[in-house]
């Protein structure tokens, strides 16, 4: 496909409005459908960097009507507004079932029964449905354990203990044949959106691609949103004057992947027929501990501040995963290119100009008086 007539959900956010600006640079008409979701955009304001070039409509996706209209002559969607937040999903749950799910649901109702010409659908699924990562005890081999207790953590300390022998295990990298061990109500959503469009795509012959992104990262992650990735709360607290705050022990690991290899591989989802029907991690494969995250941050922004490590367990908090990258390098040609200090040093960049704002402390009482602290 050379250009294409392309609907993007959710374009005006972190991950969608750079994805907008690479297909309209490659010569792509390009359409927005975007709530502005206050919690992200403050005021419901469309933000300073929305690509004029793009049709933008001002909707919700769980509106029919409005889904409908914004679909009309598209041949490409790539439905990535949602709900984000692990811990505020365990008590929004009608909010992020209603967004998540019911958005889906009308984009599948849209195409299983009314005239379109919708040639393939690009869904962003999550890391976090995996549950933890997989790991590989030197005695009883490769396992995919269920999520931690605070009974375990009391007794084994914070390193996922192997089930069989007790004894501590290596993570290694997650493929997408791993099983889907949810651990949030977003994680369930995400699961639930990748078995809904795959079913209706097999059913009804159109092409679908469900990227599994990890920690994603980059310019325009909100600052003022407390719910939203580590990178970009630890940067607007630094900004602040605050300390991060790290639960555990600091050394529990994720997969940061910065927006613009993200970015990438949804395109080359597009453009291959290789990524029909399929599932792909979309991440670096290297593991990084959430101290070193905050220490980078810290550095970049020349600030005495060290990390608040509280080593309180937080329930349905994994320990480490991190992406296997195989297929998606064989299939989609896609391999990360941007270095996670790199990527970090334009996040700093970018953030200098940027007001933070974001209500932590308000965010974790929260989830203290919810019980998941």
């Not at 419901?44 to 909707?59: E, H, Q, T, V």
């Not at 990438?264 to 990524?275: D, N, R, W």
């Not at 991690?281 to 600030?303: C, E, F, M, W, Y």
Request: charged share 20%.
């Amino acid at each position: 496909m050379a250009t294409a007539k392309i609907l993007i959900t959710g374009g005006a956010g972190f991950i969608g409005s750079h994805l907008v600006d690479a297909l309209i640079r490659q010569g792509n008409d390009v359409r927005i459908l975007d709530s502005l979701d206050p919690q992200v955009h403050p005021g419901k304001k469309a933000p300073s960097y929305l690509n004029p070039k793009a049709d933008f409509i001002a909707g919700d996706v769980t509106d029919y009507g409005v889904f409908a209209n914004a679909l009309k002559d598209r041949e490409v969607v790539f439905h990535y507004a949602a709900s984000v937040g692990i811990g505020q999903s365990n008590y929004r749950i009608s909010h992020f079932v209603k967004n998540n799910i019911l958005g889906t649901a009308n984009l599948l109702d849209i195409l299983a029964n009314g005239k379109h010409a919708v040639k393939h659908v690009v869904l962003p699924g999550s890391n976090t449905s995996y549950g933890e990562g997989l790991y590989r005890c030197a005695r009883c081999g490769i396992y995919h354990p269920q999520l931690r207790t605070k009974e375990q953590v009391e007794a084994y300390g914070f390193e996922v203990a192997c089930p069989e022998c007790k004894n501590s295990a290596q993570p290694i990298p997650t493929p997408e044949e791993t099983g889907l061990w949810c651990n949030s109500i977003y994680s369930f959503t995400k699961r639930g959106q990748e078995d809904m469009l795959h079913f209706v795509g097999k059913t009804y012959g159109i092409p679908t691609t469900v990227l599994r992104f990890f920690n994603v990262y980059g310019p325009r992650q909100s600052l003022s949103n407390p719910y939203t990735g580590v990178t970009a709360i630890f940067t607007g607290r630094i900004k602040e004057g605050k300390a991060p705050v790290i639960y555990e022990d600091g050394l529990q690991a994720r997969d940061f992947v910065s927006v613009h290899d993200v970015v990438e591989a949804s395109i080359l989802a597009m453009k291959t027929t290789a990524s029909h029907q399929e599932t792909f991690n979309v991440g670096t494969g290297q593991p990084i501990p959430i101290r070193d995250v905050a220490l980078s941050i810290a550095k970049l922004h020349n600030s005495p501040l060290r990390p608040e490590i509280t080593r309180t367990f937080r329930k349905g908090d994994i320990r480490h995963c991190f992406a296997d990258t195989k297929k998606a390098e064989q299939k989609l040609g896609f391999k990360a290119k941007v270095h996670f200090l790199q990527g970090m040093q334009e996040l700093f960049e970018w953030s200098r100009r940027e007001s933070s704002g974001g209500d932590f402390e308000r965010a974790t009482k929260e989830l203290e008086e919810k019980g998941l602290l």
